[in-house]
């Protein structure tokens, strides 16, 4: 019965956004505010359809019923509580279910918390969204619906890989899922602006906490996603620039560079039309994103249902989206009205450098992730590109881009000195030398890019640092200092929380990088191994029983100069549905580094096969980007972002007085 | 230093930027892919074809063959051999193998060949699959050998 309401409330749902999607563009091309005000009700009537049908596909899972071939596909009434609720997003048909639920709440908040757009502008903007979910809904019902029966019911279902089956990877798609699917609110907005032909600043402080919002949890589904892989996995690694990963990674490079992109149009008033084409993008990538991961043409370490019908059926809807809105950027862009002007040295150029590399290297990454597909299709054989070819380009574009984030915050708007700024700068500079070259001192010239990257990394939290000192005149008035932290804007701390973020992370990435140490070896009960000064004595195996698992637990005691640290206890699972190994492998975090150990297979005559590592300063790269999550979250909290928003230009604030353009066609 | 004094001479310059960074992004391209950041992804029966060299360094895929699996007396060292049904090759690896490894099971590979003509892994990817039939392992000759997990799949 659930299956069925489910079902229903989908197509019911394609209905809705059907009217949704067209309605209200008449209603704004005629003028008619009851036309106009439709497009709120559909987007609602869509979201709660949504919710229905995501609630009847979860209480399949939750009551294991086996009669819908998706959860006799991905369940098993074994499984404990949490995954059989992360299996309703633990496979295709029922990621695209929760895709479209997200796609759908998104719309419904802009109706919610846009009641102080002008309604024209608000319609034109569900009925995009609107637009976004018939095809979401198209794809579900046509090619991949989660509600399909079986005849006669399996008495048991096939289980969840029990790589899935981890706290992790709960959470992991639908934060990435609520960043990808944020992006479309910054696509429908910029499509809503082009069929307006007006972009203002007012629209870019609209835009903003969606994007920032979408960027927020982008960061966190890809952490998120990262650490999984470290600790799950067992190897050790955290990003591996896979096909599926890259995808990820695109769609945060390009919402990036939107954040401040469309810090230019609000402050700046230019950068419109660029901008414009950043939030096309930005989505664009995310659609991309799903067509590489849900079509399986990439061979790639996660690849997940391939079905070429599905394949076929996201091109062409990623084909008409992309097409679609890039035509009408070529035919609206170039009647937007030119912005303000400003002068090479400038915060605006800051960010326009900033813009330049960050959709470089997303563009270089795209380049790295879809070459082996024309490879293919030119008939050359099966290849892959591999890390080094995205590290060297990480290495190349990211550098200046560390380098000007430096000094970018420290120039004024318009037109600024770079004498100023480099003077306030200039400590950090030192700092950054001092540390490079004391690194390749101390390893005698082993590590010069691992110095480089070292020194990048405190050139750009010095910084960071100096210019909060500057903000509060610490130097000049250091008794006044205190109240001026007060009075530092949330924007600005979010800001500069985010900027220091990325220094930790990098500090992170290049001290874990060049300084790990592993060892593989096999062990016996009461051997002792030295990895970086620290003592793992293997104390020998147990068996333990999990809920639906047996696992062989290994017993590390670590100590340090003969001081007990802690005792590891990595797992060796084995799964019984589906029938599987997985290598639980224990870390315990210490401020200087990680210990990490993974216990293998037995070797024979007691011995056991390990790996151990330690990971000095890996954390660096969680709290990075927690750091980054929360700068976003500041800067979103900001009073300016939320209330007091002034009231759009008269004409298209006020529909029914509105003089049509005569080039408005829609 | 002087602001621009006109829109056209901001957009030239912006606009020249952004090409000079392009370009140095095409060549980083054809740089590095140039480089050993490519590498060949191959089946047994390829590599037999394909004669190649010792040293190479290339992807393998395939199945892992039913009953090929052993360890050496130092417990590190395994050795099996993946087949694509209509060649196989011998394949040693040192270190943990993935959770996902089984007789009869995909794998991708990465390594080269030595003098003898086994390929030695580097590493040994896990292919986490939903479904457990990871592509580019699949035999190309179905009617020689059937994929052991080919029936996991349920009534689709």
Known sequence: MAGEIGHFSLILALAFALIGACVPHVGARRGDVRLMVLADRAVLAQFLMAVTAFAALTYAFVTSDFSVINVAANSHSLKPMLYKISGVWGNHEGSLLFWVLILTLFGALVSWRGKNLPLRFRSRVLAVQSLLVVGFLCFILFTSNPFFRLDPAPLEGNGLNPLLQDPGLAFHPPMLYLGYVGLSIAFSFAVAALLEGEVTPLWARWVRPWALLAWVFLTGGIALGSWWAYYELGWGGWWFWDPVENASFMPWLAATALLHSAIVVEKRDALKSWTILLAIIAFSFSLLGTFLVRSGVITSVHAFATDPARGIFILGFLGLVIGGSMALYAWRAPKLSPGGLFGIVSRESGLVLNNILLSTFAAVVLVGTLYPLFVEAAGAGQITVGPPFFEFAAMVLMSPLVVALGLGPLLAWKRGKLSRATQIAFPALVVALVAGTVLVWKTAGGYVMTAFGFGLALWLIASVLLEIAGRIKLWQAPKQALSGLAKITRAQWGMSLAHAGLGVMLLGITISEAFTSEQLLVMTPGDTATIAGYDFKFDGVAPVAGPNYTAVRGFFEVSESGAVLTTLMPEDRVYTNPPMNTTEAVIYPLVSGDLYAVVGEAAGAGRWSVRLYFKPLISGLWLGALMMMIGGLFSLSDRRLRIGMPTGKRSINNPATAKRKKWVVL | ?156
């Open chain 2, 1 to 156: 230093m002087a602001g621009l004094k006109t829109r056209k001479q901001q957009r030239i310059l912006v606009l020249s930027a952004a090409i000079a960074t392009l370009f140095g992004a095409v060549l980083l391209v054809l740089f590095a892919l140039g480089g050993d950041s490519l590498s060949l992804f191959l089946q047994p029966l390829d590599v037999k074809n394909k004669q190649v060299e010792a040293g190479q360094h290339f992807r393998l895929g395939g199945l892992v063959e039913a009953g090929s699996f052993s360890r050496d007396d130092d417990g590190l060292t395994y050795r099996f051999t993946v087949t694509d049904c209509a060649a196989t090759l011998p394949v040693q690896f040192k270190g943990l193998l993935p959770d996902l490894f089984r007789e009869g099971q995909g794998v991708v590979t990465e390594g080269a060949l030595n003098a003898d003509g086994v390929f030695v892994a580097t590493t040994v990817l896990a292919k986490h699959d939903e479904n457990y039939n990871p592509p580019g392992t699949l035999p190309k000759s179905a009617d020689q050998c059937t994929h052991p997990d080919a029936v996991s799949r349920m009534g689709r």
